[in-house]
């Protein structure tokens, strides 16, 4: 199993390129699945999570090919199955994606229920409610979720709680259903709002996305399109972080400055320098690091994905910050791997309380998820000595290359193989 081992104490300067946004091509192409027609994609990260939905597309009878310079091409003219087994399920959640295009193109589908997350429950009752309302019938078998329709119809559908994944998976089932579908206290992510655009160059009709009310009028049809994946704002946020906690100067190109508005202000109240250059950003962290309370929130608020490398920035502040966690009930299982490390964090339920505690020091750690690897990375980059973390298959589920990116910008870092 790979590890990454790092040391510390390096200032990281230059410039670096984010990748595509992985939460905006896995939707991507689980709509791929509405046409019998190619659909080409564009800066497609090449990460784990695209592997694994490129296996499960594969297994249905999709043409699939994804190519490491960012470009996939994908046909599903004649699928041989209509279901999303649970070995593959149970490695990426969002493979739940593919329900609502099934449905709405195919009127079935057999999906596995995700399961336990390491990050707290992520029920997907929202998901069949929906589909429900736009005349699905859903059963829970055996683990799996059997859905079937004559047809679906549109809908006034209002989610209880803001879900990315449930909008997506609903906006895909509407568009091949008959008439209006109105989605209220919907996600307006730049996820979502990249499958809309995706959408409407298929020929669906799409009006209100990036807000909280989506409208769907179904059409007979979709066709192939070629669309380009909005680059990863949470990339370009764990770099931007990166350089503010090791006093650093770096450029990051390729990002949407529009994306990051509530991650770059945070940065800004904790003393870095954020400035928008042409094509990107650029962040200097040459002054101290001030304590600054935050609190997740659904988009355009402060993200759940960048909470835990805020965190890690945290361990070097002036003072004391209160980092609030509304959105995943279990997102601080890497602030113990940080105590292991010499910070100071005291968890009280949603709430971490970090008091700046100065330099950590090098430690063998356990990543639990995918940003919490990320966090780990940032606070080994201050830490004093070797630090070894393992289980960075997680990592890999989201950064395409982050160690080789990160040595590009002055870091002592390495995988170990």
């Given at each position: 199993?790979?590890?990454?081992?790092?040391?510390?104490?390096?200032?990281?300067?230059?410039r670096?390129?984010?990748?595509?946004?992985?939460n905006?091509?896995?939707?991507?192409?689980?709509?791929?699945?509405?046409?019998?027609?190619?659909?080409?994609?564009?800066n497609?990260?090449?990460?784990?999570?695209?592997q694994?939905?490129?296996?499960l597309?594969?297994?249905?009878?999709?043409?699939?090919?994804?190519?490491?310079?960012g470009?996939?091409?994908?046909?599903?003219r004649?699928?041989?199955?209509?279901?999303?087994?649970?070995?593959?399920?149970?490695?990426?959640?969002?493979?739940?994606?593919?329900?609502?295009?099934?449905?709405?193109?195919?009127q079935k589908?057999?999906v596995?229920?995700?399961?336990?997350?390491?990050?707290?429950?992520?029920?997907?009752?929202?998901?069949?409610s929906?589909l429900?309302?736009?005349?699905?019938?859903?059963?829970?078998v055996?683990?799996?979720?059997?859905?079937s329709a004559?047809?679906?119809?549109?809908?006034?559908?209002?989610?209880?709680?803001?879900?990315?994944?449930?909008t997506?998976?609903?906006?895909m089932?509407?568009?091949?259903?008959?008439?209006?579908t109105?989605?209220?206290?919907?996600?307006?992510?730049?996820?979502?709002?990249?499958?809309?655009?995706m959408?409407?160059?298929?020929?669906?009709?799409i009006?209100?996305?990036?807000?909280?009310t989506?409208?769907?009028?179904g059409?007979?049809?979709?066709?192939?399109?070629?669309?380009?994946?909005?680059?990863?704002?949470?990339e370009?946020?764990?770099?931007?972080?990166?350089?503010?906690?090791?006093?650093?100067?770096?450029?990051?190109?390729?990002c949407?400055p529009?994306h990051?508005?509530?991650?770059?202000?945070?940065?800004?109240?904790?003393?870095?320098?954020v400035d928008?250059v042409?094509?990107?950003?650029?962040?200097r962290g040459?002054?101290?690091?001030?304590?600054?309370?935050v609190t997740t929130?659904?988009?355009?608020?402060?993200?759940?994905?960048m909470q835990?490398?805020?965190?890690?920035?945290?361990?070097?502040?002036?003072?004391?910050?209160?980092?609030t966690?509304?959105?995943?009930?279990?997102r601080?299982?890497?602030?113990?791997?940080?105590?292991?490390?010499?910070a100071d964090?005291?968890?009280?339920?949603r709430r971490?309380?970090?008091?700046g505690?100065?330099?950590?020091?090098?430690?063998?750690?356990?990543?639990?998820?995918?940003?919490?690897s990320a966090?780990?990375?940032?606070?080994?980059?201050?830490?004093?000595g070797?630090?070894?973390?393992?289980?960075?298959?997680?990592l890999?589920?989201?950064?395409?290359g982050?160690?080789?990116?990160?040595?590009?910008?002055?870091?002592?870092?390495?995988r170990?193989?």
């Open positions: 199993m790979d590890k990454i081992r790092v040391v510390g104490g390096r200032p990281l300067a230059g670096v390129t984010v990748s595509g946004a992985k905006a091509a896995l939707p991507a192409m689980a709509a791929s699945l509405l046409t019998p027609e190619r659909v080409e994609l564009e497609v990260p090449y990460v784990r999570d695209i694994t939905t490129r296996t597309l594969r297994e249905m009878g999709c043409e699939v090919e994804v190519r490491e310079d470009t996939a091409v994908l046909e599903s004649a699928l041989r199955s209509l279901e999303a087994p649970y070995e593959l399920v149970k490695t990426m959640r969002a493979s739940i994606l593919v329900l609502g295009p099934l449905l709405g193109r195919f589908a057999r596995s229920l995700p399961g336990g997350c390491a990050i707290g429950a992520r029920p997907v009752n929202l998901h069949i929906g429900e309302a736009m005349g699905a019938r859903c059963e829970v055996h683990g799996y979720i059997e859905a004559g047809k679906l119809h549109g809908a006034r559908i209002r989610m209880d709680a803001v879900t990315v994944t449930g997506e998976n609903l906006m089932a509407a568009v091949l259903a008959e008439g209006e109105v989605l209220e206290n919907a996600a307006c992510e730049p996820e979502v709002v990249d499958l809309a655009d959408l409407r160059g298929m020929g669906a009709r009006e209100g996305d990036g807000s909280r989506i409208r769907v009028r059409v007979a049809g979709l066709h192939g399109c070629r669309h380009r994946v909005i680059p990863d704002r949470i370009a946020g764990t770099f931007a972080v990166a350089a503010a906690i090791t006093r650093g100067d770096v450029r990051i190109d390729g949407n529009g990051m508005t509530a991650v770059l202000e945070q940065l800004g109240r904790a003393g870095a320098d928008a042409s094509g990107g950003i650029r962040v040459d002054g101290p690091i001030r304590s600054a309370d929130c659904p988009y355009p608020a402060f993200p759940t994905d835990a490398q805020y965190m890690a920035l945290m361990t070097q502040g002036d003072g004391v910050a209160v980092i966690e509304t959105i995943f009930e279990n601080f299982m890497h602030a113990q791997e940080m105590i292991r490390m010499g964090i005291t968890l009280e339920g971490a309380l970090v008091r505690s100065g330099p950590l020091g090098g430690a063998r750690v356990l990543a639990s998820d995918l940003r919490a966090s780990l990375v940032l606070a080994a980059l201050v830490a004093r070797e630090t070894w973390i393992d289980r960075v298959y997680h890999d589920r989201g950064y395409q982050i160690e080789g990116k990160l040595a590009l910008l002055g870091a002592d870092i390495e170990v193989r």
